[in-house]
């Protein structure tokens, strides 16, 4: 995170657009071409005011031939220049349109990919934020430079190169004045208005991550009665938020009052010029008044300056944490040329793994090598912190090792695609999460395409297909913000469902049928010992009842195996870990009972 007043340079900022606007290089150019055509129309007008003027004061009333052709150019001019200027509008339309979508598109597709650690530790409603802050802020952007900085830029040169060729001390005090006004503009932009804007745009995003946090979740806030604290830790950060927005805002309001005496006095500077050219003899009557257009052309188009160079500082601010999400290295990478993961048995091998979470002062594994054969259930047990959940993000490579290497069917993981290790590895979760669509897609998210035949197969052995028949839209029920709309059990069905089509080799169930009621779990759990048949499962335990009929069970503490071996060798070890533990869950006259 930068600190405020620091930030992203101009360049850095321009490569950006830059790269976004010749993804249409066509477009692009005839939006150029188009605008400086435009502003030297627009230059053309009081000029064209002036022979209008020159025109009617040395013409005779009964020739208006010359008042007329001038007339018509005026009119011309301005109708051109109205005309030419839609046009640019249009252009610039389906150039920002384009461009924004392949922004989004962009900063989506990165984030998506950023480590489940990076996830885990990002506020999804901020990341929201800065991912839509920073696609309209490229419009305001280009917008500003199409519609204000580049015209005006093109306005201020050519005037003040006419006044110079024309009348040499016009043009110097013009020119210097509009150098004057720009430095402060610039100067007050840069380094008094932008670090109380950096600071503001920070706490928006935090006040958009408390939203969003609190909304997500508010079935938790009504358990606890907890409507008021969130109404408190929303009020205190948009207090926050509060006075540093008055602050950037006051200081825009200063820096345009500063700004407005000094267009007085380039109106004093070139209007009391122009009157003494006038009364030298060097200046006619036209003259005067092309200069009284002229001079409300450039504070017209200097006034705007300055709203426009606060409004593209804003937007340098704002494209900011995209620009960020674009230059991040993911931390969990594909390897220059990986190749797909064949999983022809499912047998992983964990070979001298060394691990340790980032900001941990030790390791959790440590020389760690283990053997899991082609088609065994394994079960993994332990108390919480002992690293069974670390031992499948690390078989998904949801982080890197620090040494040693994770292979299945001995291919090591971190040489093949994410993408096709992932395809292979079937994860059903403690807590699931689902989608905001239907039951149907939810289901199908496990394999693209799939046939409704193929989802209703895979519901009916989750016994989705049950509670589905009562629901009036059946399997195109809407299933809320993270399936809030049905139950922990149901919810659990239908990702065991989805894992059920994907028809993974490798499976991982982390408490599968934990959420699921005596009758149901069950049924579920006959489910998975088909499902089961022939891949390699590993399955995360906390009701060790689940572990009972499984090939093996691995007893972890401390990131180390201590136990290994079926649930009736480990029971019989008089003062073993296991034991314990299902002593601790179920009473010790079971264990006498099981013996």
């Known amino acids: 995170m930068r600190e405020p007043g620091t930030g992203p340079k101009i360049s850095r900022v321009m490569r950006f657009v830059t790269h976004y606007w010749l993804l249409s290089p066509r ?21 064209a005011a002036g022979w209008l003027v020159d025109a ?22 301005g109708a051109l220049f109205q005309i030419s200027r839609q046009c640019v509008t249009f252009l610039l339309n389906r ?38 802050r920073g696609m309209t802020s490229f419009d305001t952007f280009t917008d500003t430079l199409a519609f204000g900085l580049v015209p005006a830029f093109i306005v201020v040169t050519g005037v003040t190169a006419v006044f110079s060729w024309r009348w040499p001390l016009l043009g110097l ?34 006040m958009s991550g408390v939203l969003a946090d609190s909304i997500t979740g508010n079935p938790v806030v009504k358990s606890f009665a ?9 009020r205190n950060v948009a207090k926050g938020w509060e006075w540093r927005a008055i602050r950037s805002w006051d200081r825009s309001a200063v820096s345009g009052l500063v700004q407005a005496v000094l267009i007085v006095i380039l109106q004093i500077g070139m209007l009391g010029t122009g009157i003494w050219l006038w009364s030298q003899g060097q200046a006619s009557p036209g003259d005067i008044a092309s200069l009284i257009a002229t001079q409300f052309l450039i504070t017209g188009y200097l006034r705007d300056i300055a709203q426009h160079v606060r409004a593209l500082q804003r937007t340098i601010n704002d494209m900011d944490d995209v620009l960020d999400f674009r230059d991040a290295d993911l931390q969990v990478a594909d390897r220059p040329g990986a190749a797909g993961l064949v999983v022809r048995q499912g047998a992983i091998a964990f070979d001298h793994v060394t691990f340790r979470y980032k900001g941990a002062h030790d390791a959790l594994y440590r020389d760690f090598s283990l053997q899991i054969p082609a088609g065994q259930r394994v079960g993994l047990v332990g108390q919480s912190g002992a690293g069974k959940s670390t031992f499948v993000k690390l078989v998904q490579r949801l982080y890197d090792l620090d040494a040693g290497r994770i292979l299945i069917d001995g291919q090591e993981i971190a040489q093949v695609t994410q993408t096709s290790l992932r395809e292979a590895v079937g994860l059903v979760p403690q807590d699931p999460v689902l989608f905001h669509r ?9 394999k693209p395409g799939a046939s409704m035949d193929e ?22 029920t809407l299933v809320g913000e993270r399936g809030v709309k049905l139950s922990g059990g149901e919810r659990q069905r239908v990702a065991i469902a989805r894992v059920i089509l994907a028809g ?22 006959e489910a998975m010992d088909r499902l089961a048949q022939g891949r390699t499962t590993i399955v995360i335990a906390h009701r060790l009842s689940t572990v009972q009929r499984l090939d093996r069970i691995l007893v972890f503490e401390n990131g180390r195996i201590v136990e290994d071996g079926t649930h009736g060798q480990l029971i019989g070890r008089d003062g073993g870990v296991y034991r314990r533990l299902v002593e601790t869950q179920s009473g010790a006259f079971l264990v006498d009972a099981a013996e």
Do not use: C, M
């Not at 907890?226 to 929303?234: P, T, Y």
């Not at 239907?438 to 496990?446: L, Q, T, W």
């Not at 009916?460 to 009036?472: C, Q, S, T």
């Open 27 to 47: 477009l692009f150019a005839a939006l150029v071409a188009l605008r400086i055509a435009s502003t030297l129309v627009d230059v053309s007008v009081p000029l």
């Open 56 to 77: 009617v004061a040395s013409g005779a009333p009964g020739d208006p031939g010359p008042a007329i052709r001038a007339l018509v150019i005026f009119i011309a001019l």
């Open 95 to 132: 150039l920002s349109a384009r461009a924004i979508t392949t922004i989004g598109r962009d900063a989506f597709a990165k984030v998506q990919r950023f480590s489940a650690d990076w996830h885990a530790n990002s506020f999804a409603g901020a990341t929201v934020r800065k991912i839509t």
């Open 173 to 206: 005090i013009t020119g210097l004045s509009i150098f004057a006004f720009l430095a402060v503009v610039v100067l007050l932009a840069v380094y008094w208005i932008r670090p109380a804007n950096v600071e503001a745009r920070e706490w928006d995003s935090k």
């Open 226 to 234: 907890a409507e008021e604290r969130e109404d408190g830790l929303f």
């Open 438 to 446: 239907s039951i149907a897609e939810n289901i199908a998210y496990g």
């Open 455 to 476: 989802i209703v197969a895979a519901a009916k052995l989750a016994h989705v297909d049950e509670f589905v028949r009562g629901l009036p839209k059946g399997y195109d």
């Open 504 to 525: 993974s080799p490798i499976l991982i169930l982390d408490e599968a049928t934990s959420s699921l009621d005596s009758v149901s779990e069950t049924y579920i759990r």
